[in-house]
């Protein structure tokens, strides 16, 4: 799949794999250099914009090993770049650790993915059909009532 992007930033990298062919999402890099405190967040921009193709949505996935080693995630994780959207992406990113983190230009900041959406069409009706889950959530799959 070919998506068109610009770079805002001309020094900044591009989303890349690191394992082509092995991975699911593409990092995205700081087009910044910035500070975040424990407890606070910003945004923080990539320096490009992409073309989503009408039928897909990129999303926007916090990197594992950032959440791991330094507690830093995507605040609105799962973040959602729609097709018709054509500004800079930026990152909301938090710290949920106790230490600041400094982010330099072009440090991997997040991941994107693009998937596969569906134009949703609503039927009303008056019931739906029964399952054996029925209206059980919020963790009650395996508990005896």
């Given amino acids: ?41 910003k945004i923080v921009k990539t320096g490009i914009k992409i073309a989503v193709p009408p039928g897909y949505g990129a999303f926007i996935y916090p990197r594992s090993g950032l959440a791991l080693k330094h507690g830093i995630t995507v605040l609105n994780a799962d973040g959602v770049i729609d097709p018709g959207y054509r500004g800079e992406i930026g990152i909301i990113l938090i710290n949920h650790g106790k230490k600041d983190f400094k982010i330099n ?33 919020f963790g009650h799959t395996g508990h005896k009532n």
């Avoid at 394992?19 to 995205?28: M, S």
Wanted: net charge negative; with cysteine; hydrophobic share 30%.
């Fill in 1 to 41: 799949m070919k998506i068109k992007v610009q770079k805002v930033n001309k020094d900044v990298k591009l989303p890349k794999y690191q394992h082509k062919g092995e991975d699911c999402g593409l990092d995205l890099h700081s087009a910044e250099s910035t500070v975040i405190s424990p407890g606070e967040y």
């Fill in 105 to 137: 230009f072009n440090d991997r900041i997040a991941q994107l993915i693009i998937h596969h959406t569906f134009d949703i069409d609503w039927e009303e009706v008056d019931n739906l059909s029964s399952t054996n889950r029925g209206r059980g959530g």
